[in-house]
């Protein structure tokens, strides 16, 4: 039977009242800011084992992104009048941190998040805030010393990462037949090595010293030469709300242009010596005037 048209759209209409909406600021935009302000609290998604980027310490983040964000989130407390503002962290992988922000669960994500277009799909990022460059962990008493010499071995992945993606693109075009093997986070990478379980852990270059450094035998592990990507990092945040990138980036510009990049760099990456030059050239790049 068809109902009649008029009695119909009273129903529609009412269906449409009563389903939840995102808060949206005027033009139809996410208004993150207003619901922060509302809740009182912001949600900041981390990585806990992605050293020394974010980390669990005395049972709270910290790191050398960390640090940003907790100036990120000062600013933020600001921008919605409230000093007092709650942070909640919530600890997960790349894959449950970006939906975590896709899905509105959080309003950040503050780790070592590679910006890439296919993930802006589903978020927005920041400025950079680091680039790293790609590689792979071995035993040092082991016989790989170069990334050819892959073929054959089993190679540890953290799954959904842009190394992952990046790391079977290079074994296909090289023609390598090697076995991936994929982990849910960075400590299993060295345990496996150590274990012999797989020959090789891919991942970004300073996680994996940093992993490699507070594994249980640092001296059994050694970084090939060879980068396999590049990996511009950003936090990622709901997409089309410029006005909270614009609170994001302002923020971001102001330690880029102060002491205080010095000091969160050498806090974190000191042992390495003075920041790269690509890395200076992003701090400077990075900096948008006022």
């Not at 949600?43 to 790191?63: E, K, L, R, T």
């Not at 400025?127 to 010499?149: A, K, Y």
């Amino acid at each position: 039977m068809i109902r009649p048209l008029r009695r119909i759209v009273p129903i529609l209409i009412a269906a449409a009242l009563a389903a939840p909406v995102p808060a949206l600021a005027q033009g139809g935009l996410p208004d993150t800011l207003g619901r922060i302000k509302a809740a009182g609290q912001i949600n900041v998604a981390y990585s806990p084992d992605s050293i020394p980027f974010s980390q669990v310490d005395g049972g709270q983040p910290v790191g050398y992104s960390i640090d940003l964000c907790r100036s990120v989130v000062a600013a933020i407390a600001r921008a919605v009048g409230n000093a007092n503002l709650k942070v909640n962290w919530i600890p997960g992988t790349v894959t449950e941190r970006l939906a975590a922000v896709k899905q509105g669960r959080a309003e950040l994500d503050c780790a070592n998040t590679t910006a890439t277009v296919s993930r802006m799909a589903d978020v927005d990022f920041s400025s950079l805030v680091f680039i790293d460059s790609g590689g792979f962990l071995v035993r040092s008493d082991g016989p790989l010393q170069s990334v050819d010499m892959l073929k054959g071995k089993k190679i540890a992945v953290i799954g959904g990462t842009t190394t992952e993606q990046r790391l079977r693109t290079m074994l296909r075009d090289r023609g390598l037949d090697a076995t991936i093997v994929i982990v849910r986070d960075g400590p299993e990478g060295p345990a496996m090595l150590d274990a012999g379980t797989v020959d090789a852990f891919a991942g970004d270059k300073v996680k994996l010293v940093g992993l490699a450094v507070t594994s249980k035998n640092p001296a059994a592990l050694a970084l090939l030469a060879a980068d396999l990507s590049f990996e511009p990092y950003g936090f990622a945040m709901p997409r089309n709300d410029s006005t909270f990138r614009l609170t994001v980036n302002r923020e971001l510009t102001r330690l880029y242009i102060s002491p205080e990049i010095d000091t969160i760099y050498n806090r974190w990456f000191g042992r390495l010596g003075r920041p790269s030059g690509v890395l200076t050239s992003m701090y400077l790049l990075n900096a948008i005037p006022d």
